[in-house]
């Protein structure tokens, strides 16, 4: 394969000098920190087995790093942007450094948590380094909203990462977890370090693989129905399932009696279930009534 123009991608003069120029410091508040190096990012379009036909939604580009990579192989990539000032530049940014790709280039300048269409065609894979604060209800919200995107690669705290890629049975798998897996086969996909970002974080990243489940759970249950009870079992995971689910059953008894119907033992905790289990326990709520 033939490598791109070196210059192409944003090394960490470039990065420090855009910012100086947008007068930008990375704030906190949105858990910006700019990733410096060119080598990480084409690991990152890599690892998300970005193809040439594929459309690409990027949440959070900041500077613009990560949105060069995937735009070398890319079809298309839209990239949603909150800030202000970093959604204003950026289109300038790709056209300066990719002018010959800067037609297959859309942003969206908006919260992503509110994004409810994209321009142009439906995207079928979402990349992202995605602000640790707001990681899994971004991610969440974008694979409820875009059941077009097949295949996902998000970069977020290693913490996160575990507790997305996590089992039952894991003493970190939990409410993302099991929301995750009702979209997606989930799975570690890597560690990146803290040198490769500017400022450099406190925490260690990790990257998360999502391909899309081919055949969604089979359930009659809604897939509200089905999230109320996960939020309800992990509210108090060191209770009973009994216990747990007996405010969102309406009694302890009747929680007992949609566990039973749904063969799942009424002494089993939360961390224990598969999301499949939870479907049936969310099938059977009326049981106890």
Request: charged content about 20%; hydrophobic content about 45%.
């Amino acid at each position: 394969m033939t490598s791109p123009t070196p210059d192409a991608l944003l090394g960490p003069a470039d990065i420090r000098e855009l910012a100086a120029a947008l007068g930008v410091r990375p704030t906190k508040q949105r858990g910006q920190n700019f990733v410096i190096d060119a080598n990480t990012v084409r690991r990152i379009v890599r690892t998300a087995d970005v193809r040439p036909d594929d459309v690409v939604v990027e949440v959070g580009p900041g500077l613009g790093s990560l949105t060069l990579a995937l735009l070398e192989v890319a079809d298309r990539v839209t990239a949603v942007e909150i800030d202000d000032v970093l959604a204003a530049a950026l289109p300038a940014t790709i056209t300066a450094r990719m002018p010959e790709r800067a037609d297959r280039f859309a942003l969206v300048h908006s919260d992503a948590m509110h994004v409810t269409e994209l321009p142009g065609p439906a995207p079928t894979a979402l990349v992202a380094n995605l602000p640790y604060n707001v990681a899994v209800p971004v991610l969440l919200h974008m694979l409820d909203t875009f059941p077009s995107i097949e295949r996902t690669l998000v970069m977020v705290q290693s913490e996160v990462a575990d507790r997305l890629a996590a089992g039952p049975g894991n003493k970190v798998y939990g409410v993302p977890s099991v929301k995750a897996n009702w979209y997606a086969e989930v799975k570690r996909a890597g560690a990146i370090g803290r040198n490769v970002f500017w400022p450099a974080p406190n925490v260690d990243s990790g990257l998360v693989s999502l391909v899309r489940r081919t055949e969604p759970i089979r359930t009659t249950a809604s897939k509200r129905e089905v999230f109320a009870v996960v939020d309800a079992a992990f509210a108090q995971r060191r209770k009973t399932l009994r216990a747990a689910l007996a405010g969102w059953a309406g009694s302890a008894a009747a929680a007992e009696a949609a566990l039973v119907a749904a063969g799942v033992s009424p002494q089993a905790r939360g961390e224990s279930l598969t999301v499949e289990e939870f479907a049936r326990i969310a099938e059977h709520k009326e049981s106890g009534k």
